[in-house]
């Protein structure tokens, strides 16, 4: 038997969460401009469709704008030509989901780890990757750098423009220092203002994202 998935309609005939690619399949064949991807986990998917349904596909980079009218002027999610070999590359790895998590990030013109954390308790991979953007940003904001950061996780980038993770891990004994670091988080974007773009990795046309942890 195949492993289970779970597929997120963001734009189809019918929006939500499918069990199969077949009930997938029936929203999104002959749908223009039909959004949807599959999840391992229903807790990533149901973070996925919460979190990225306000995300706008555009054909050109230079600037987004979500279903409110609202620029999103630091977020890309298409596909450039080519990417930036001087910034920073971030990714999670969880042993189980949720699980123990970790993130990290390199640098992507030569992959040496510039940071590393973890692993921490409970935690999944979006929490993870939204943890390790906002590092990034830390890091940089420090040495005043303004290079771009790669993440493959919408999911995060959405997390980050909004300034909320939007999870359904409960706050509870065995999850308060996860929830302690995300409002640590959390907190560091209400509070500071960065010129870094967040862009969408695309491993289709590069690859596994320079961070990945290779333990897929």
Known sequence: MGREKFYVVWRGKNTGIYLSWDECKEQVLGYKGAKYKSYNTKIEAEEAFKADGNIAIVSTSTQLRGRDGNQLTL?????????YKESICVDAACSGNPGDMEYQGVCTKTGKV???????PNGTNNIGEFLAIVHALALLQQSNNSIPIY??????MAWV???QVNTNIPRNKSTEQLWKIIERAQKWLLNNTYSNEIIKWETKIWGEIKADFGRK
């Open 114 to 120: 510039i940071f590393r954390y973890g692993p921490v």
């Open 151 to 156: 993440s493959d996780s919408l999911t995060a």
């Open 75 to 83: 977020f890309s999610d298409i596909a450039p030509t080519t990417y």
């Open 161 to 163: 423009r909004k300034k």
